[in-house]
């Protein structure tokens, strides 16, 4: 894989953590990505909220799949360990790990296509099982890296690039995650870093399956007229418009925005995406209710944005095993070969 090292030195003046490290400290190479896509900015949230947490690196797993999100990884947190698997496949990979090392923090980085075509059946299970992660989705509804195919994600009627007609149903990766288990389930848009840092924060403190949708612009290849994120269908149709935006500008787009407004965010091709942040006095403890007010305001057009549920007492797939609480290259001989007498009790019980 190409990349470009960042320098090395930095100005002394800058702020430390309680670790004594600086924000560079938690960056990677320099991104190679197009100018402007919203999967950088999705970086820097990283970046910034494991700075905030003062977050031992080398505690931290990064685990991605194919696509220009999925080499995001190489971009933060270049001090930590990494794995880039195969197409759709991270939730295998990181549900492994985890059980082989429950000690490290583990970060999943998918896109819409990685995780909702050909890794659909592995973002259900590694989500129902309650593996203890924070899984990010960098939604942009296209197959960025293979030239901007639609992805399921996509909303149906959408126009691409090309001028092909999206005929499928879309699938919203949030809903599904609500239906399958998740004990933290988050929308945020790449854009809004006041509300993303902190929704990150909160998933990696979470002690279960955490997953985060994040809506992030695709500068190359959802920037046409035609798309569903047009303020001019979104006015004629007024359907859910429950993902992506696109840019024609190379610079990224930020959001400052107040919980309980909705914010129609203009593009500079005049296309727009109706984003809803919740309102302070938001219920996030009620599954039921959280699909409820999703699909509400998604058949107004709204995109919800915003931390929608928390299960209370959130377990994670090591409670449900009952595993052992050591990572398991940590065990040593006694643990492993408890003696003759442990066998025979063992041995007894399966008679
Ligand atoms: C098994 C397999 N099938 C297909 C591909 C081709 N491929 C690479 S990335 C990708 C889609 C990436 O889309 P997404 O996950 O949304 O990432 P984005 O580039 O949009 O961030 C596809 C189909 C592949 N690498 N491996
Ligand atoms: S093709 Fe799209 S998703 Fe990929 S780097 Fe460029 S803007 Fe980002
Ligand atoms: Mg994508």
Redesign the pocket.
């Known amino acids: 894989m190409t990349y470009l090292a960042k320098p090395k030195f930095h100005h002394p003046g800058l702020p430390k953590n309680e670790l004594g490290y600086t924000h560079r400290d938690y960056e990677g190479t320099i991104s190679t990505l197009c100018a402007g896509c919203g999967?950088d900015s999705i970086t820097a949230a990283i970046i910034q909220a494991c700075f905030e947490l003062a977050i031992e690196p080398h505690r931290v797993a990064k685990i991605s799949?194919?696509?220009?999100?999925?080499k995001t990884p190489t971009y933060f947190l270049g001090n930590s360990h990494g794995f880039n698997s195969?197409?759709?496949r991270m939730p295998s990979v990181l549900t492994g790990a985890n059980l082989a090392n429950r000690d490290l923090i583990y970060l999943g980085v998918?896109?819409?296509?990685?995780?909702a075509?050909?890794g659909l059946g592995q973002f259900a299970h590694c989500l129902r099982r309650g593996v203890n992660m924070t899984y990010i989705v960098?939604?942009?509804g296209?197959?960025?890296?293979?030239k901007g195919?639609f992805?399921a994600t996509a909303d149906r009627g959408s126009k691409s690039k090309r001028g092909v007609i999206n005929t499928d149903n879309s699938i919203d990766m949030v809903a599904m995650a609500l239906q399958l288990g998740a004990t933290f389930v988050a929308r945020s848009f790449s854009g809004d870093k006041e509300q993303l840092v902190p929704i990150i924060k909160a998933a990696i403190a979470h002690k279960g399956a955490a997953f985060l949708d994040v809506i992030?612009p695709?500068v190359a290849f959802n920037n046409h007229a035609g798309s569903t994120r047009s303020f001019d269908f979104v006015r004629e149709h007024n359907e859910a418009v429950n993902r992506l935006d696109f840019i024609s500008t190379r610079m990224p787009i930020e959001l400052k925005q107040e919980p309980g407004t909705v914010e129609i965010v203009e593009q500079h091709d005049g296309s727009t995406v109706a984003l809803r942040k919740l309102s302070a006095d938001y219920e996030i403890h009620d599954r039921s209710a959280a699909l409820g007010f999703l699909q509400h305001h998604s058949a107004k057009g709204q995109i919800v944005t915003g931390l929608l549920f928390v299960e209370k007492e959130a377990e994670d797939l090591h409670a449900h095993l009952h595993t052992v609480d050591k990572p398991l290259n940590a065990l040593g001989t006694a643990d492993l070969c408890p003696g003759q007498a442990a066998l025979d009790q063992f041995n007894a019980s399966m008679r």
């Not at 799949?65 to 999925?70: A, D, Q």
């Not at 998918?110 to 995780?115: A, L, T, V, W």
């Not at 296209?142 to 293979?146: E, K, R």
């Open positions: 999967h799949g194919i696509g220009c999100s999925s195969v197409h759709g998918s896109g819409d296509g990685d995780s075509s050909i960098e939604n942009n296209v197959y960025g890296l293979t195919q992805s992030s695709c």
